[in-house]
């Protein structure tokens, strides 16, 4: 099978050789213009008019001296062997198929990388930032020390009705040093977070960005009267944990949405007396 620079090799030949043959073809009808006798005829008029000599050129003089060569001369075109046009064709096709292969490979490639990267193959990290307090008395708030802040993870396709357990959960909200767990470890690997608020009262969990649930459960401010957990909520925070009824006990906590972007995204808490 001819290679792609033979087949420009026969091309290039083709074309020098029409070239030559145009050349050839233009001389001779110039040296066949200026050779050619001149015929001439005189016709004898009334004798009341002057003798007039017409003089009549050969059919190439009339057409500008192009008749050899027009004659001499083909349609303007190339003939190219059908080997050379098979040969393109193929190496048109081999081309076509291996663009439309990458582009898929590079596609399944893409998706695929999101599906196992969750939330964390979105690109730059985001930063939810802020503060919890409680309103200690009807003048002064306080930071409100040992409250727990719980990032849910987003919703996994693979595994759509895996919760978050409560239990590791309020293991690391009850303990005295707030040790991690094994769970808090998964919850950050699955793209959430936790977090226990200290003695500045602040708190700053690195997130991709996304959308966010929001579980911050009070320390020291609890519901009036035990109140219970409205019903719509708690079938909303049952979506998302084992029992989430075990972690807020009867505190005070909000249950909040967020849009999370590349930009830092303030948060601050404050729980009534």
């Known amino acids: 099978m001819p290679t792609v620079e033979q087949a420009e090799a026969e091309l290039l ?6 070239a030559s043959s145009k050349a050839r073809a233009a001389q001779a009808a110039r040296h066949s213009r200026h050779s050619a006798p001149v015929e001439r005829r005189e016709a004898n008029l009334p004798h009341d008019f002057e003798e007039v000599s017409v003089v ?7 057409n500008g001296g192009h008749g050899d060569e027009a004659a001499n001369q083909t349609d303007d075109g190339i003939i190219v062997p059908r ?7 193929g190496l048109l096709a ?6 439309m292969l990458a582009g898929f490979g590079m596609g399944w490639a893409t998706h695929s990388g999101a599906e196992r990267g969750g939330a964390g193959a979105r690109g730059t990290k985001g930063v939810i930032y802020g503060s919890v307090v409680w309103q200690k008395s009807r003048t002064q708030q306080a930071v409100d020390t040992g409250a727990i802040v719980v990032v849910a ?15 590791g959960l309020v293991k690391y909200f009850e303990s005295p040093t707030h040790e991690r767990t094994k769970v808090v470890e998964e919850l950050e690997h699955a793209g959430g977070g936790a977090t226990i608020i200290g003695e500045a009262g602040s708190f ?15 320390r020291h401010s609890n519901r009036a009267g035990d109140a219970p957990i409205p019903s719509r909520e708690l079938r909303s925070l049952a979506q998302v944990f084992t ?5 807020i006990g009867n505190h005070q906590y909000r249950w909040v949405s ?7 995204l303030p948060l601050n808490i404050a729980f009534d007396p």
């Open 13 to 18: 030949a083709l074309m020098a050789e029409k």
């Open 56 to 62: 009549m050129d050969r059919p190439d003089a009339l």
């Open 83 to 89: 080997r050379v046009i098979f040969l393109f064709a």
């Open 94 to 99: 081999v081309t076509a198929a291996a663009t």
């Open 153 to 167: 993870p987003p919703a996994d396709p693979d595994t759509p009705d895996e919760l978050v357990p409560i239990v």
């Open 204 to 218: 700053a969990l690195q997130l991709s960005p996304g959308e966010y649930r929001l579980l911050i459960v009070s």
């Open 243 to 247: 029992e989430p009824e075990a972690l």
């Open 258 to 264: 967020v849009q999370l972007r590349s930009e830092p």
